[in-house]
């Protein structure tokens, strides 16, 4: 699974599994260009 948000003021891209009831992160690092556009275009 997918999830992007910011923490302070840098957007990030987290990729997890859930296993049963929990949550496992597999990478969390800095969205690229592309995510960034995408994000706004979401929520602009």
């Known amino acids: 699974m997918v999830a992007i948000g910011f923490i302070g003021h840098t957007l990030f891209t ?9 949550i496992r992160v597999i990478f969390l690092r800095r969205s690229t260009t592309t995510e ?8 602009d």
Do not use: P
């Open 14 to 22: 987290l990729i997890y599994t859930e296993r049963g009831d929990q």
């Open 36 to 43: 960034i556009k995408r994000y706004a275009s979401e929520y």
